[in-house]
């Protein structure tokens, strides 16, 4: 039954998919003698337990190349596997400084940053292991508006499934936020104020901190301190040194997007849908679906109804918006590994 119902969800149209995917979700639950009218009880999504279940064989590969990126036992992201000699993609602006990766089959291993390009948010890291699974590409052509995708995670059904909304397109990059206010001193702007949960608050900054530089370039006064920050993108790492207490102290701080109130109604609105990626920008190029993701989501394969991955997630955008690197954008990275023996195809 199951092999049966995949090769008919195949052979369908993107939208005639989905359709076919919850007709039969429906008719498989009659038969199990669950009231049909039950489909209409608001649990009964296209990310119901129920219709994620029906996609287990598309998303079966796909889960044996993807990890989670773990710091201690917190999951941070997920990971694909693109060679099987243990190279490995996963976003790059949340690796923790000492990288663990958890299998498909449990097993787990200290990982190494091997590379990171900016332009994706997309890092290469390495684990001592061989004879991994790859994720399979489908990289000649992308996603349609329309088409069905499956992100796979590390349990046998899906993690969600949605469609694309909007096809590979550039995502401008936004403005780095810091959470400070701040009064003009001598010598240089005195913080009067840390937000709390901000990337300063997370950085260590404090109440009376003078700040001096950012990533190595004086500041002395508060404009210099907002171009600074503001020309980095939202998820940037950046060097904060100030003067506390007559002593120099260099800081570390991952940026932020600006809260709700500095950013509008349309992204107040977007943040009310749960947790979204500090850098969510700034990409060359980004497919665009209405997956429901965490942060912690990202960095695993999004694949289509025959289970190639046409992308890796790279941020949760908003409520109704995740975005994906295309696999095109991926390829230039897996052919700069050595003597590469990836599933390319």
Not at 129 to 150: E, F, M
Not at 160 to 181: D, H, M, W
Not at 203 to 210: C, E, F, P
Not at 284 to 306: F, N
């Amino acid at each position: 039954m199951q092999e049966n119902r995949c090769t008919i969800l195949r052979n369908l149209r993107p939208w005639s998919r989905l359709l076919s995917a919850v007709a039969l979700v429906v008719f498989l639950s009659s038969e199990a003698g669950v009231a049909q009218a039950q489909w209409f009880d608001g649990s009964r999504s296209k990310n119901s337990a129920a219709v994620r279940k029906s996609f287990r064989e598309i998303v079966a590969d796909a889960r044996r190349a993807t990890v989670l990126i773990l710091d201690g036992e917190q999951t941070v992201s997920l990971g694909t596997i693109v060679d099987s000699r243990g190279y490995i993609l996963t976003k790059a602006s949340v690796l923790p400084e000492a990288i663990n990766c958890r299998l498909f089959d449990e097993r787990e291993f200290a990982a190494e940053l091997v590379s990171t390009d900016g332009e994706t948010d997309l890092a290469t890291i390495k684990i001592d292991a061989t004879d991994l699974k790859a994720i399979r590409w489908q990289a000649d052509s992308a996603p349609t508006v329309g088409q069905i995708l499956a992100t796979a995670g590390d349990s046998e059904s899906p993690l969600a499934i949605g469609i694309v909304s909007v096809a590979p397109r550039t995502i401008s990059a936004g403005r780095g936020f810091l959470g400070i206010a701040f009064a003009e001193g001598n010598r240089g702007p005195e913080i009067t104020e840390v937000t709390s949960n901000s990337a300063a608050f997370r950085a260590g900054l404090k109440v009376g901190d003078i700040v001096t530089h950012i990533a190595s370039r004086r500041v002395r006064s508060g404009g210099a301190l907002r171009s600074q920050v503001g020309r980095r993108r939202p998820g940037e790492e950046v060097s904060v040194t100030v003067l506390r207490n007559s002593q120099t102290m260099e800081l570390t701080a991952i940026l932020d997007s600006p809260p709700g109130n500095l950013i509008g109604r349309a992204g107040l609105m977007n943040r009310l849908g749960g947790p979204i990626s500090r850098r969510r920008t700034g990409f060359s190029s980004a497919i665009e679906h209405d997956t429901v993701l965490r942060p912690q989501d990202c960095g695993g394969p999004v694949v289509t109804l025959d289970g190639l991955a046409v992308g890796i997630n790279i941020a949760r955008a908003g409520r109704t918006s995740s975005y994906a690197i295309p696999a095109s954008e991926i390829m230039p990275l897996i052919r700069k590994l050595p003597a590469s023996d990836s599933n390319e195809e």
